[in-house]
């Protein structure tokens, strides 16, 4: 069965500093890995999509990693504002179906 | 652009009762629609996905005679929930395609279901 996994599930920093969400997953067989941002009680706002072919993109203060071989991704938000505060999700398309797996989420509080 | 809308926002009802949810793609033609589910302080499940002018294909565990879903256009997908009951309560969100431009899903703002 494929499984996402993040960690940690909750996180609080002040702001001002840089922190890393982690993703992992089971099967290395991927074909794209996704990083979403959803608010409370709102839908998702994507982040940044990173083809299996590729190990990161970068969109302003946010960096996303990929290691197939390792199965785990990671997400870098450098100088965290306030309203960076949200759930972060990743989302993971085993096949050309596109369907993703999400992960269970990390909670992010950025304190001001 | 890139917008994908769902109405309503939110809906309570009696158990026992339907409701149908929409999701427009506002900008771009949708070949592929999906809905996912979410429980409190749960992520999203996928519910099922459709490709315009076929049968849904759902994912194990999902009842198909309880989430009739249909996309019968390139804009426009729905989800019915039939003889609604309190433990279908949830977040109710659709993302589109466009699977002959891309892969990006585009997610809409979801449906809270509150069934009474």
């Known amino acids: 069965k494929q499984e996402v996994t993040q960690i940690p599930a909750a996180l609080s920093v002040p702001e001002g500093e840089n922190l890393v969400l982690n993703c992992s997953f089971t099967?290395?067989?991927?074909?794209?890995l996704q990083w979403f941002r959803q608010d409370p009680g709102k839908g998702l706002t994507s982040l940044l999509l990173i083809q299996s072919s590729q190990r990161e993109q970068t969109s302003g203060r946010l960096n996303a990693s990929l290691d197939k071989s390792s199965g785990r991704s990671t997400l870098y938000i450098a100088a965290s504002q306030p309203g960076d505060s949200a759930t972060y999700l990743c989302a993971v398309s085993f096949g050309a179906t596109n369907k993703l797996i999400f992960g269970t989420g990390t909670l992010l509080a950025v304190q001001p | 652009g890139a917008v994908v809308s769902q109405h309503p926002s939110w809906v309570i009802c009696k158990s026992g009762t339907s409701v149908k949810i929409e999701c427009r793609s506002l900008?771009?033609?949708?070949?592929?629609m999906f809905w996912y589910r979410q429980f409190p302080k749960q992520s999203l499940m996928l519910m099922a996905t459709s490709n315009e002018g076929s049968k849904a294909t759902y994912e194990q565990g999902v009842e198909k005679d309880k989430f009739l879903i249909n996309h019968a256009s390139l804009t426009l997908s729905t989800l019915t929930v039939t003889s609604a009951h309190p433990e279908d309560s949830s977040f109710y969100i659709c993302?589109?395609?466009?699977?002959?431009?891309?892969?990006?899903?585009?997610f809409g703002p979801g449906t809270r279901l509150l069934v009474l």
């Open positions: 900008d771009f033609q949708a070949t592929t």
């Open positions: 993302s589109a395609m466009d699977s002959r431009v891309g892969e990006t899903q585009y």
């Open positions: 099967d290395s067989a991927i074909y794209n």
